[in-house]
T-cell receptor, first 115, second 115 residues
Framework: NAGVTQTPKFRVLKTGQSMTLLCAQD?????MYWYRQDPGMGLRLIHY???????AKGEVPDGYNVSRLKKQNFLLGLESAAPSQTSVYFC??????????????FGPGTRLTVT | AQTVTQSQPEMSVQEAETVTLSCTYD???????LFWYKQPPSRQMILVIR??????QNATENRFSVNFQKAAKSFSLKISDSQLGDTAMYFC????????????FGRGTQLTVWP
């Protein structure tokens, strides 16, 4: 099992450009999440999904869109990148049920720089 | 709403010594879970230890243990026999029973273990 993978690992964008970050998991998890990590801020939830075809906003959703067309994939899109979106992005997945219920498994992260 | 506060941005300890990282939290839920995650320089998020709020017994995982004080809403992490490989950023996080697995993180404590 690869667990949770993220593509790409690094990316540099110019202001106004668009891109999509791909998260894939092979654990058949129902729930998937996108977080961003900024220095001194911990991880903050951007969007999440509780199943194929569903998405919901987290704490900091502005400037991002997501899609979950397939259960194993969760895409995070930036339509018009801004320097404030320079961050490290983490994807995670989990599944409801009995213990360890909802334990989240994290991907390796994507470092995005917007110039 | 749920919040997590880590009041120690940085800590250091000598190898083989014991160190305690502090975490306080706030939640309106009766059923919740608390976590400590470790993030080494590789950036990977690694679950260190988990505590269910309904369990009175403090969780332990080898050299890692917690002091869970439910009334005080405190959840500290004790690392015994510190090792150089424990050098990392440590995040405290909370998940409510009704929040679809969403995690709320503190801002982190950078722990450095000195030889």
């Amino acid at each position: 099992n690869a667990g949770v993978t993220q593509t790409p690992k690094f990316r540099v964008l110019k202001t106004g450009q668009s891109m999509t970050l791909l998260c894939a998991q092979d654990m058949n998890h129902e729930y998937m999440y996108w977080y961003r990590q900024d220095p001194g801020m911990g991880l903050r939830l951007i969007h999440y999904s509780v199943g194929e075809g569903t998405t919901a906003k987290g704490e900091v959703p502005d400037g991002y869109n997501v899609s979950r067309l397939k259960k194993q994939n969760f895409l995070l899109g930036l339509e018009s990148a801004a320097p404030s979106q320079t961050s490290v992005y983490f994807c995670a997945s989990s599944t409801p049920g009995r213990e360890p219920a909802y334990e989240q498994y994290f991907g390796p992260g994507t470092r995005l720089t917007v110039t | 709403a749920q919040t997590v506060t880590q009041s120690q941005p940085e800590m250091s300890v000598q190898e083989a010594e014991t160190v305690t990282l502090s975490c306080t939290y706030d939640t309106s839920e009766n059923n919740y879970y608390l976590f400590w995650y470790k993030q080494p320089p590789s950036r990977q998020m690694i679950l260190v230890i988990r505590q269910e709020a309904y369990k009175q017994q403090n969780a332990t995982e080898n050299r890692f243990s917690v002091n869970f004080q439910k009334a005080a809403k405190s959840f500290s992490l004790k690392i015994s026999d510190s090792q150089l490989g424990d050098t990392a950023m440590y995040f405290c996080a909370i998940r409510g029973g009704s929040t679809l697995g969403r995690l709320y993180f503190g801002r982190g404590t950078q722990l450095t273990v000195w030889p």
